[in-house]
């Protein structure tokens, strides 16, 4: 029932929104006016909201166009370290500990464990903390392979954060890479990304989706990750090492992570991490080379109670400055919880009055806006930065990814759900979600 809730609002909401294009673009095709009750005057209310989400727009194109122009700087910046380093960190030869923190995983940790044993440097250790389990994941996660250790770890509280510390107390490795229980990563993903780590207190990988054919929302999500994702590192990467860490495909130095404090049980570990090695002045690198393939959730329920999760913790991070004041990107980001329930009341307020005007045939009151030709060109533009960052990352098949993209700009509706569901959120347990939900892949 409670599923059912949030999948109706997210359906009211697409409702509204397709009532704001179809009205928006049936006054510009016949040049008529909307009449407006200016009695009601609430533009300087909503002049405010419109500011912040013009300016959050802009930030977005930023990001992409940097992307568009520093992809190459921040590949040259692997790419080099790689052949300045490579020869010390095959000499020195240190132990990297993978930790994987795995709840209720047996459909996918056997592969996932099987992949990690194709690593092209080969003194890892795998381990595998099986948290609270239920099911066979301890058993899927044991081999023969000495350099597999799975541990049975029983807590009464749950949470990554706790499996990550545990996982970490165990290691005996100079470096530790955090993997969820479904990553696969490209062979030489630690070969490729420990030179790096000679400069650098830590390095995200970049995420590839596993599952993009899986079904059409993992088709819109895998378009939400290209473009965000990926531009998002390579842009903190290019203007200022102040890169985040994703939650999964990551590689950072033990001792480092043991000065900051470990791993904390957050509901967004991977961005309060950041903000503690951020603060403490390290840097952290995207490392375009390795590769992270990751599942992305396959149907509404799973996506909107996997994003809550997140919302929740970003609505937590608010209470605290987690950024460098010198940090402007990184501020931006840490007030999105804000600006996107800001994005929802104003959304709210202009659907009601097109459907007000539906109805009774004018607009209940006056209102901040733009023009219907602004907001038409700034779309187009939008799209047109989008194909491309699409088609830089893929070529010719991201051609193919960009039909959907005018689907995947109304389908992020669904970030204003997550952010009202976000308040119903208590803990991880109650968001725990599931995987193995995979088909082979075109997106390499």
């Given at each position: 029932?409670?599923?059912?809730?949030?999948?109706?609002?997210?359906?009211?909401?697409?409702?509204?929104?397709?009532?704001?294009?179809?009205?928006?673009?049936?006054?510009?095709?016949?040049?008529?006016?909307?009449?407006?009750?200016?009695?009601?005057?609430?533009?300087?209310v909503t002049l405010l909201p419109l500011i912040i989400i013009i300016i959050y727009t802009a930030?977005?194109?930023?990001?992409?166009?940097?992307?568009?122009?520093?992809?190459?700087?921040?590949?040259?910046?692997?790419?080099?370290?790689?052949?300045?380093?490579?020869?010390?960190?095959?000499?020195?030869?240190?132990?990297?500990?993978?930790?994987?923190?795995?709840?209720?995983?047996?459909?996918?940790?056997?592969?996932?464990?099987?992949?990690?044993?194709k690593q092209t440097y080969q003194n890892t250790e795998i381990i595998v903390v099986c948290h609270?389990?239920?099911?066979?994941?301890?058993?899927?996660?044991?081999?023969?392979?000495?350099?597999?250790?799975?541990?049975?770890?029983?807590?009464?509280?749950?949470?990554?954060?706790?499996?990550?510390?545990?996982?970490?107390?165990?290691?005996?490795?100079?470096?530790?890479?955090?993997?969820?229980?479904?990553?696969?990563?490209?062979?030489?993903?630690?070969?490729?990304?420990?030179?790096?780590?000679?400069?650098?207190?830590?390095?995200?990988?970049?995420?590839?989706?596993?599952?993009?054919?899986?079904?059409?929302?993992?088709?819109?999500?895998?378009?939400?990750?290209?473009?965000?994702?990926?531009?998002?590192?390579?842009?903190?990467?290019?203007?200022?090492?102040?890169?985040?860490?994703?939650?999964?495909?990551?590689?950072?130095?033990?001792?480092?992570?043991?000065?900051?404090?470990?791993?904390?049980?957050?509901?967004?570990?991977?961005?309060?991490?950041?903000?503690?090695?951020?603060?403490?002045?390290?840097?952290?690198?995207?490392?375009?080379?390795?590769?992270?393939?990751?599942?992305?959730?396959?149907?509404?329920?799973?996506?909107?109670?996997?994003?809550?999760?997140?919302?929740?913790?970003?609505?937590?991070?608010?209470?605290?400055?987690?950024?460098?004041?010198?940090?402007?990107?990184?501020?931006?980001?840490?007030?999105?919880?804000?600006?996107?329930?800001?994005?929802?009341?104003?959304?709210?307020?202009?659907?009601?009055?097109?459907?007000?005007?539906?109805?009774?045939?004018?607009?209940?009151?006056?209102?901040?806006?733009?023009?219907?030709?602004?907001?038409?060109?700034?779309?187009?533009?939008?799209?047109?930065?989008?194909?491309?960052?699409?088609?830089?990352?893929?070529?010719?098949?991201?051609?193919?990814?960009?039909?959907?993209?005018?689907?995947?700009?109304?389908?992020?509706?669904?970030?204003?759900?997550?952010?009202?569901?976000?308040?119903?959120?208590?803990?991880?347990?109650?968001?725990?979600?599931?995987?193995?939900?995979?088909?082979?892949?075109?997106?390499?």
């Amino acid at each position: 029932m409670k599923d059912k809730k949030w999948k109706f609002m997210y359906s009211v909401l697409l409702v509204i929104w397709l009532t704001v294009i179809l009205n928006t673009v049936y006054y510009w095709n016949t040049g008529n006016e909307i009449l407006i009750d200016t009695d009601v005057n609430l533009y300087y209310v909503t002049l405010l909201p419109l500011i912040i989400i013009i300016i959050y727009t802009a930030v977005t194109c930023f990001i992409l166009i940097t992307y568009l122009a520093m992809d190459k700087k921040v590949k040259s910046i692997q790419q080099k370290a790689y052949e300045n380093f490579k020869d010390a960190i095959i000499k020195k030869n240190s132990l990297c500990s993978i930790v994987i923190a795995a709840h209720n995983e047996d459909t996918v940790i056997k592969k996932t464990v099987t992949e990690l044993l194709k690593q092209t440097y080969q003194n890892t250790e795998i381990i595998v903390v099986c948290h609270n389990c239920s099911d066979n994941t301890f058993a899927e996660a044991s081999f023969q392979d000495p350099r597999v250790k799975p541990l049975d770890y029983k807590t009464k509280d749950s949470g990554k954060g706790i499996a990550l510390n545990y996982g970490v107390s165990k290691s005996q490795g100079e470096y530790i890479l955090v993997l969820d229980a479904d990553g696969i990563l490209s062979p030489d993903f630690v070969e490729k990304g420990l030179p790096l780590l000679e400069k650098y207190a830590a390095v995200q990988g970049r995420y590839v989706p596993s599952n993009r054919n899986y079904s059409f929302v993992t088709r819109l999500l895998s378009i939400e990750g290209d473009l965000w994702s990926t531009p998002y590192m390579t842009a903190r990467t290019a203007l200022d090492k102040r890169g985040g860490l994703g939650g999964t495909g990551y590689i950072l130095r033990k001792d480092i992570l043991q000065e900051v404090g470990g791993f904390t049980n957050h509901l967004v570990d991977d961005y309060e991490l950041t903000s503690r090695l951020l603060r403490k002045g390290y840097r952290i690198v995207f490392a375009p080379q390795c590769i992270n393939y990751d599942e992305k959730p396959p149907t509404i329920d799973i996506l909107l109670k996997q994003r809550a999760r997140w919302a929740k913790g970003f609505i937590d991070l608010l209470k605290n400055q987690v950024c460098e004041p010198t940090d402007i990107l990184g501020i931006i980001f840490w007030l999105s919880p804000i600006v996107i329930l800001t994005a929802l009341g104003l959304f709210l307020t202009i659907g009601f009055g097109m459907i007000f005007n539906l109805v009774f045939g004018y607009f209940p009151f006056n209102y901040a806006a733009i023009t219907i030709n602004q907001w038409l060109l700034l779309t187009a533009f939008i799209w047109v930065v989008q194909v491309t960052v699409l088609a830089k990352e893929y070529g010719w098949t991201g051609l193919k990814y960009a039909i959907f993209i005018p689907l995947y700009n109304s389908f992020v509706l669904y970030v204003f759900v997550v952010f009202v569901r976000a308040f119903t959120i208590k803990s991880w347990g109650a968001t725990k979600t599931t995987h193995g939900f995979t088909t082979k892949s075109n997106s390499v």
